[in-house]
């Protein structure tokens, strides 16, 4: 039997989750059952209420605001718990049409993908600003190279895992998590692939996005930290060619004007501090290559024990459902 349970991270989105839950699909097409979860991040408004109201099967709540990179693991950690086989995230503001799950899952059904990722019309979307635009491709620009994956929309939070790449997952980001789950899947060689989807109607301001400066510069952390972690030797290698060629051209340049009376030091001086700079950080670099073979291998540790965790949760949940079948049958 296949379950798919939808996930909805939400913080403060009692006017808007309403809308988004009346368009989920409570039955597709090779699927066996279908389950929504909501994560209420320290909400202080009426989003569980709404949520209750539109018989939602789960609610993870925090008791004050994680981030939406902490919500997201949340709901699939908790999905996990609850025997999915595939987990759907999508956004409380209604941006994602609910109409192309379907699509959106069909590569993990057909077992061509165990992550798909919705590609949004980027161009067409008139809300988003002509810099958020460039902004958007420069992301998934960076993100292709360091995960060596071909995924046009990296920021689209619209996305389907399998359960196998869900035990995998782990975010250290805590501003989002749509840039570094891709890159563990390209790193860790999962199958991954993208498909267009629909948006729908603006309703509210991003809650990312509160600002253009604000989004570069939290843009720029994250893609630099996501090359420091994930590509530590590349990243290093390169930073360290840039001062490292400075000292040598500054060398050269000592050589061609190369004066007995005239012994320049200053310039020799400072071509040897960039050229230790640049031997440093590739020092730097080696180091954090040896240690990203330490998290590799904790990694591994890490899914084996989530496997036995969460083949011990499904177990004690069907138990109960066995047993709440049961006393159904002698009640009757």
């Known amino acids: 039997m296949t ?10 989105e009692e006017a808007t989750l309403g809308v988004t839950l009346d368009a989920l ?15 209420n991040d320290g909400s202080v408004d009426k989003t569980v209420e709404v949520a209750k109201a539109c018989k939602v099967d789960h609610i993870v709540s925090f008791d004050h605001n994680q981030g939406l990179a902490k919500a997201f693991m949340a709901g699939i950690d908790a999905s996990l718990k609850a025997g999915a086989d595939i987990i759907v995230n999508t956004d409380a503001d209604n941006q994602y049409c609910a109409d192309d799950i379907p699509k959106l899952i069909q590569p993990i059904l057909d077992g061509t993908a165990e992550m798909v990722v919705g590609e949004r019309p980027i161009a067409d979307i008139e809300h988003f600003s002509p810099t958020k635009k460039a902004l958007q491709r420069l992301g ?5 190279i360091a995960s060596n994956t071909n995924i046009p929309d990296a920021p689209s939070g619209f996305r389907a895992y399998s359960r196998n790449v869900a035990m995998q997952l782990n975010v250290f980001n805590e501003y989002t998590y749509t840039l570094e789950t891709i890159i563990q899947a390209g790193q860790k060689g999962m199958a991954i692939t993208s498909v267009p989807i629909r948006t729908n109607g603006y309703l509210r301001p991003s809650r990312l996005v509160k600002s253009i400066p604000a989004y570069i510069q939290r843009s720029i952390f994250t893609i630099l930290r996501i090359f420091m972690t994930y590509r530590p030797l590349r990243f290093f290698s390169l930073m360290g060619s840039i001062p490292f060629t400075l000292g040598v051209l500054l060398c050269i ?58 083949k011990n949760s499904e177990r004690q949940r069907l138990k109960r459902e066995k047993e ?3 006393n159904n049958v002698v009640d009757v």
């Open 3 to 12: 379950k798919l349970i939808i996930q909805i991270p939400c913080y403060n």
């Open 25 to 39: 699909p409570r039955e597709i097409p090779g699927v066996d059952r279908i389950e929504w979860l909501i994560i």
């Open 140 to 144: 998934s620009w960076v993100v292709r």
């Open 253 to 310: 340049r000592w050589l061609i004007l190369f004066d007995p009376n005239r012994a320049r030091t200053p310039s020799l001086i400072l071509a040897a501090i960039f050229i230790l700079i640049g031997f440093q950080l590739w020092m730097f670099g080696l180091v954090a290559d040896v240690m990203s073979a330490n998290r590799k291998i904790l990694e591994d540790v890490q899914l084996r024990l989530r496997r036995a965790a969460y």
């Open 324 to 326: 709440s079948v049961a």
